[in-house]
């Protein structure tokens, strides 16, 4: 498994995803994903949604579970990606660098809409999604809805060129609702709450 993991930020699975934390989110949908036909197919997932819902979580799990199902998968930051198309770009190693990022089955792109594409960016992640388009599936998360990758982008004109390619055929998944992160600490600040109480009280009668 070591060889084919690409570069996961860390360690998560489905299994240790609370689905009762998250209802904006189907489980039978992640699921679905889970059997890796979406990739198979070379289809594209994006999960949008707020910070902290989840979104990396659930990419890695499915990254993970590829890999057990022996895709290839790579996963990098929206940020790190671009720095790497323009970087290649100025060598005038392009083409290469487009053959080698279209090489895994499945390429997960993390954090896109975190900032904003430089003015050349947006043409050269087109060329990316162009390159992939049917052969290989993308999986992007964002914390932008689709409506705004126009300004994300920087080119409306660009950004509706991906989209068309990315949304042909995909699943869209979008998670609403509050930070898994804040809540777990709102949720132990309201547990030392709840135990100095106890501890006030450990000796008065229920
Ligand atoms: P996002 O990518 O949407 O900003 P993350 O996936 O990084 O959020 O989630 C933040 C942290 O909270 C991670 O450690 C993740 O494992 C955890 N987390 C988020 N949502 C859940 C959930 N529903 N169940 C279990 N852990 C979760
Ligand atoms: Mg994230």
Not at 6 to 18: K, S
Not at 53 to 59: I, R, S, W
């Amino acid at each position: 498994m070591a060889s084919k993991i690409a570069q996961f930020p860390f360690v998560r699975e489905l299994e240790g995803f609370e689905f009762d934390a998250q209802p904006s989110l189907d489980p039978g949908q992640i699921r679905e994903l889970a059997t890796c036909r979406w990739i198979a197919h070379g289809d594209t997932t994006l999960f949008l949604g707020p910070p902290g819902t989840g979104k990396t979580h659930l990419a890695v799990a499915l990254g993970r579970e590829a890999i057990r199902q022996n895709y290839s998968v790579q996963f990098v930051t929206a940020a790190t990606l671009v720095a790497l198309l323009a970087k290649a770009h100025m060598d005038g190693n392009l083409d290469k660098q487009l053959t080698l990022l279209s090489r895994p089955k499945l390429l997960i792109i993390d954090e896109l809409g975190y900032l904003p594409f430089e003015a050349d960016a947006a043409h050269l992640f087109f060329q990316l999604v162009s390159r992939r388009y049917e052969k290989g599936s993308i999986l992007i998360t964002s914390n932008r809805s689709v409506g705004e990758w126009g300004s994300v982008f920087g080119d409306p004109v660009v950004a509706t060129a991906i989209l068309d390619r990315l949304l042909h055929h995909s699943t869209v998944i979008t998670i609403r609702g509050d930070s898994y992160r804040l809540r777990e600490k709102r949720r132990s600040g309201l547990l030392q709450k709840a135990g100095s109480a106890l501890d006030n009280t450990a000796t008065a009668p229920q």
